[in-house]
């Protein structure tokens, strides 16, 4: 009894140390003044001013919106509760640091803490009944999600703990659904169902709130990795000045401290350096900025830029950029935004981005793009992460598509692609490859006649689209061009067959399917068989419905059938 109290106290102490430690961060008595700075500024001055860490990822919080006021002795969770009053970002404490969040903002009035709540997964039934009995079927249908718990201060820990917090909570919550099921589908099917329902989506909430946390730490990670070896300016030592001269440097206006100035105008004859530019600069041949542009950049080479940009550069050469640009970057050969890219990027030959971009890239050979596009990109070859919007270019690779490609080969992971073999009146023995997204795919073809005295092939190029009616029934549409080639390897003739056709499919497994569906061809050919007739002679006679010959400008006839035809096949 002594030990098993003795246990009891021990945990007891220890997690009222946690909780302490949790808090000590959020206690901290803060004195700051806030005049029209954006949220970003406000945390970095709290940072550097209080030694206090904030995570997040860029690419799920926005720290744009700009705030002013003033505080004096006020907790840090108090201070942080004003900063984020007016937006959908939450924060807690984990380890020594805070990490951000976006989400439903949570009101709280006790001072110096904002946790994250977990949200409560409510079925339509719990929500429309109003018995006495109401908080007891609520319960019985809603499975709620417990927040995941990381106290460590060291982020390779933190990752652990986040991963095991992770893998107990599915535990917790598969158990909980375990129990609850038996119980609920004695009542109803409905029940049963709705209870399902709530349980995937605790699932899915549990998972999305894994992943914020993860990218916020893994950031916090790679951030202080960079701070590390690098040396870091508080924004105010930086001097104002109106205009700056440099030959190269160190030879011009501000000498061996040209990094410590902001200049609203700079002039680098062959190349110069400074702390900020905040409205006009030009080099002959590259400009390099510690810090940020907020103006527009020209340089005959390279314009390179420490942190973001708002504006415009135009390079002969190269544009680089290590956070984010607002506007534009034109360059002859290569433009690079380390950070997210709002605007348009364009370059003769190659374009890249590694955040979010809304907007679009344009280049004359290749757009690579690791994040998330909102927009366009336009190029021979273009590759993306994920895609909200369009892809023009020859080539195109997505991860994921919410939009259109347009090219002559489409690859998207997670999109559409299928690989059919099917009978037709023509080719009996067919296989056909569609690749892309289902609202436009692109389709390669080929089929085979075969006997022991003549041969005839196909090889073809077509487009396509196609409608879920059901959850296992499609319908597809097609337009496919076909060379025909008679007894060789290759007919150099005109010898083309278009083909139209839709096609019903079928589930019959998961990944299989059959089809079959109408098609309507026409042919156009110069082709003259060893009878002397022109056409090829795989075209069936019985099926024309239309048929003529037109006289070609070299003399030369080409012959213009029109029939109907049928396919079937298996879809994989």
């Known amino acids: 009894m002594k030990m098993r109290q003795k246990i009891h106290l021990t945990l007891l ?27 970003e ?11 206090v860490n904030f995570s997040y990822s860029p690419d799920q919080v926005d720290l744009s919106k700009h705030v002013s006021f003033q505080v004096r002795n006020e907790s840090l969770g108090q201070v942080l509760n004003q900063l984020f009053r007016s937006t959908p970002i939450t924060y807690r404490a984990v380890g020594n640091q805070i990490v951000l969040k976006s989400g439903k903002s949570v009101p ?36 709620p999600v417990k927040p995941l718990e990381v106290a460590a201060k060291d982020s390779t820990q933190a990752i652990k703990e986040l991963d095991n917090s992770y893998s107990k909570g599915l535990i917790d919550l598969n158990s909980i659904y375990g129990q609850k099921k038996d119980s609920v589908a004695v009542q109803s099917y409905l029940n049963k169902t709705q209870l399902k329902q709530s349980w995937k989506a605790a699932k899915m909430e549990l998972e999305r709130e894994y992943k914020q946390l993860r990218d916020s730490i893994m950031f916090a990670k790679k951030y202080k990795e960079a701070d590390s070896s690098t040396i870091k300016y508080d924004e105010d030592l930086l001097i104002q000045d109106d205009f700056q001269f440099t030959g190269i440097y160190p030879l011009g206006s501000h000498l061996l401290t040209s990094g410590l100035y902001r200049n609203k105008y700079s002039l680098n004859l062959i190349g110069g350096y400074n702390g ?35 504006g415009c550069q135009f390079a002969g050469v190269a544009n680089i950029t290590s956070q984010e640009v607002i506007g534009g970057q034109f360059a002859g050969i290569v433009n690079v935004a380390n950070g997210a890219m709002y605007g348009v990027q364009g370059s003769g030959v190659v374009n890249v981005g590694t955040e979010q971009l809304d907007g679009v890239q344009v280049a004359g050979l290749v757009n690579q793009h690791s994040g998330t596009v909102n927009g366009g990109q336009i190029g021979l070859v273009n590759n993306a992460h994920k895609v909200n919007g369009f ?27 299928r690989i059919e073999a099917y009978y037709s009146e023509t080719t009996r023995a067919n296989v056909l490859i569609k690749s892309g997204v289902k609202s436009l795919y692109n389709i390669f073809q080929f089929g085979i006649n075969f006997n022991s005295s003549y041969y005839r092939w196909t090889l073809g190029y077509g487009l396509g689209s196609t409608v879920q009616m059901s959850k296992n029934a499609t319908i597809s549409f097609d337009a496919i061009l076909m060379h025909i080639n008679e007894n060789q390897a290759f007919t150099d003739n005109l010898n083309e067959e278009i083909q139209f056709r839709i096609m019903l499919g079928l589930n019959i497994t998961k990944r299989v ?60």
């Open 391 to 417: 892809q023009f270019g020859l080539i195109n690779i997505c991860d994921s598509m919410h939009g259109i490609p347009f090219g002559l080969l489409s690859i998207c992971k997670n999109g559409y692609g």
């Open 108 to 143: 709280k009035h006790t001072a110096g803490t904002r946790p994250l709540q977990p949200p409560v997964i409510q079925t339509k039934d719990s929500l429309e009944n109003t018995t006495v009995n109401k908080t007891d079927t609520l319960n019985q249908y809603v499975i």
């Open 513 to 572: 399917s059959i089809f079959a569906g109408p098609s309507i061809n026409t042919s156009f050919s110069k082709y003259k068989n060893p009878d002397g007739t022109l056409g090829s002679k795989m075209i069936p006679k019985k099926g024309i419905i239309y048929d003529h010959t037109i006289n070609g400008k070299d003399g030369l006839s080409i012959y213009n059938p029109y029939w109907l035809g049928f396919n079937v096949g298996l879809r994989f």
């Open 41 to 51: 500024q406000a945390l970095k001055k709290i940072k550097s001013s209080y030694g």
């Open 276 to 310: 900020a530019v905040s409205k006009l600069e030009f080099g002959i041949v590259g400009n390099i900025i510690r810090r940020e542009v907020q103006g527009v950049q020209f340089a005959g080479v390279a314009n390179i830029v420490g942190e973001y940009v708002r």
């Open 13 to 39: 102490f220890l997690f009222i140390s946690m909780q302490a430690s949790l808090a000590q961060v959020l206690d901290k008595k803060v004195t700051m003044q806030f005049q029209n700075i954006s949220l």
